[in-house]
């Protein structure tokens, strides 16, 4: 199943793609406040799944604590690796958090696949 666009707003383009070997959320553009309902109703779509869960932030260009907390209960529940390269920001913002190392970044989607 690939579902082009669940959820998005002005700002923030979610995509779904379910692999046989993971449940892959792409985030487009940015991930603040505004985009709070949408976003938690994709992570509970994804973590529903069953399978692990890869997020790719490659095209990420604002995260807030919002996906940040997201990120955080997804781990929790099971699992989540991160495909990147992480907006300088956004990589700051999991610093600053003290999470930096809680995630596998990957450095494309096709490398975290076939992890």
Request: proline fraction near 5%; charged fraction near 20%; aromatic fraction near 6%.
């Amino acid at each position: 199943m690939n579902d082009p666009v669940s959820g998005s707003n002005h700002d923030l383009l979610v995509v779904h793609a379910l692999f046989p070997e993971a449940y892959v959320l792409t985030l487009r553009g940015t991930a603040d406040v505004r985009a709070c309902e949408v976003l938690e109703d994709d992570f509970a779509r994804a973590t529903g799944a069953g399978l692990p869960l890869i997020v790719d932030l490659a095209a990420l260009a604002f995260g807030d604590e919002t996906l940040l907390g997201l990120l955080v209960s997804a781990r929790r529940a099971g699992g989540v690796e991160l495909v990147g390269p992480l907006s300088p920001s956004f990589q700051r913002r999991l610093d600053i958090a003290g999470v930096g190392t809680w995630f596998i970044v990957h450095p494309t989607l096709s490398a975290a696949l076939g992890r």
